[in-house]
């Protein structure tokens, strides 16, 4: 038989253990994108696969460890399997102990926890944890809260910095390896069935690393899958590693018990050199692999089907070999002679169907069904990197291996004792969430789709995000009382330099300027909110990807606790000036106009915010239309003499309107201002308002109140609608 007839027929099998008591299951997961490439000296657009046909599995109660050379798709593929990929990108299938899963519902039952840790740096630990539990254990009552709380700070090793803050750059709080950990606890407060975890030891020292992971490592044994991507872990993690899957090109390259990758590396016929780790001179191989002209298909080829890779060697990385053409069997079975494997060819040939699901279809999993005491197969879709492979069954006698297919010593046993496991008390109940149903929640991850989507009432949630709000503000005053002094010491400025102006042609003038200035002095005082969601966006993106609340509560929650705030300040500064200045009209119609715009011009900016990458273009942008808005408002040139082209910026213009209301307050229309020494005629408040082409009716000054309110509320429509529909981490 030739080498190639062979490559062509041969079967691909990733099997699980005998052992296997469930945990997460997934088949051909790939990944394409498209880039701009240069080939032959012109640009073109290529399909490149991230991740190509992953199939493998995740057993339940075990630390499963993704790993890779840099480039190799580790964070894409834990994305893949936690659904962060947007649907429709990602082929294959994902199911959790037999169930296919759906976007919605791996949201509810797996947590995500991310590279860097984003916390509330003025929340303590117990406070960040009690927020977590009030956000995804709601139906629990308060001192169940509390002593799941407890026992969770116990169980992380965080006794000693529970009332400690959290910290950030510029106040010290707790450790690295004790953010690390908080940010865990915040995510299996509710006891996800899954949990995935980015990077956790990165930026941690040895020790840091390690107490994380041994964490980790009893919340696995509590009953949950857990999903990691780690970079060149020291020995002690890899003790605490169960599982590992090694992707390198987004292919894999290895799936099994660490224990096994030194027979993975015999069968390939590369010794693990004594005093060698295993797991790094497997990394190191696939590094020779990949910066030869053969390349990591071949060592993903030996992963799915046995066929031994050409050698390469350091010497000769750029020079390719002749393609060893005997296939290597795993196992105890050793290899089949090519009689066997042409007579096991001709039977039990099936053709595959080539079509790639999505991996959240409705179709059963390939593992769902049950066989006790036997290896189950999974058929793989067809290599499009380099030949077809077209599956055959296998015999359901264990012992009678059809030829080709490679199967893992891997059996995990649950009670294998961990390292350091005696200094701690591991219970299930410790992280698992109290189920009326019974058992674990993966156990009942079916009917978790019927269940509720958010753990809280709506009401319910707006009140948890306003008490952490006004925490967080009671812990940095000075984001409220930096506005409050600037309008204070600006209030008293103009108080002094515009002191009881006359009724005379300077004294209008005088009015004008104050007005035109309050109007951008509360528009340019809100500027401070840019950083400040910028940095809770980060926040807000993690806690909403779980179904922790809802975006409009959010949304919501937010605006209610500023209200206050917004009101005091407005309050302040109309006080200082309203008799200072012995103003007309009516001062509550003033304090309205001036605590509406404090509130439009908070929504425009918390709007730009929400779309802007960094705060430096954030300020920049909000500057720049904030400038526009001051150009077209009215006072440089009122509305009848703006040109035609540009009348649609003096409608959008948010200034124009408080700007307006106050003149129309202010110049009362019976009010007798002053009286013309040429013709003798007096000149009353409407006069005024007609030559600045305004309304002087009572109903007119209120419509700019109701422009107003309408702007404010269209920009939080906005901002949700972002929050609601754009601010997901997802890749595309």
Partial sequence: MMASDYRRDAVIDITRPPSFSGGLDFAGLTYSVTNKQKVDGQWAWQEVDLLHRITGYAPKRCVTAVMGPSGAGKSTFLDGLAGRIVSGSLKGRVSLDGVEMSPSLIKRSSAYIMQDDRLFPMLTVYETLMFAADFRLGSISRADKKQRVEK???QLGLTSSRNTYIGDEGMRGVSGGERRRVSIGVDIIHGPALLFLDEPTSGLDSTSAHSVIERVHHI???GSTVILTIHQPSYRIQMLLDHLIILARGQLMFIGAPKDVAGHLGRMGRKVPAGENSIEHLLDVIQEYDLSEVGVTALAEFCLTGLKPPR?????????STVQTTPVLAGREGALGAGERSGNKQSGMEEFDHSVRSPWASSRSPWSGSHSGIMETLKFPPSRHRRDYHPQRRSNNPTSLSPGYYTYSNEILSGTPTPHSSDYTVNED???????????????VGLMGLGPKFANSYMAE??????????NIRRTPELFLSRQMVLTVMGVMMATMFLHPKDSPQGITNRLSFFIFTVCLFFFSSNDAVPAFIQERFIFIRETSHNAYRASSYTIAGLVTYLPFLLVQAATYAIIVWFALSLHGSFHYFLLVLFVSLLATNSFVVFISSIVPNFILGYAT???????FFLFCGYFLNSDSIPRGWKWMNEISTMKYPYEGLLMNEFVKDYNFMTDPLTGHTVTGEDILRQMSLKSKESAKWEMVLYLLGWAVFYRILFYLILRFASKNQRS
């Avoid at 109290?434 to 156990?443: F, I």
């Avoid at 909000?622 to 400038?627: F, R, S, Y």
């Fill in 152 to 154: 969770l700070i116990e």
């Fill in 462 to 471: 707006v009140w948890v995000l306003m008490r952490r709000n006004f925490t």
């Fill in 430 to 444: 410790d992280y698992l969430t109290p189920n009326m149903l019974g058992g674990s929640p993966s156990e009942h």
């Fill in 622 to 628: 909000v500057i720049a239309l904030t400038a526009l």
């Fill in 312 to 320: 390469v060697s350091k010497k000769d990385q750029h020079s390719v």
């Fill in 220 to 222: 696995a044994r509590a």
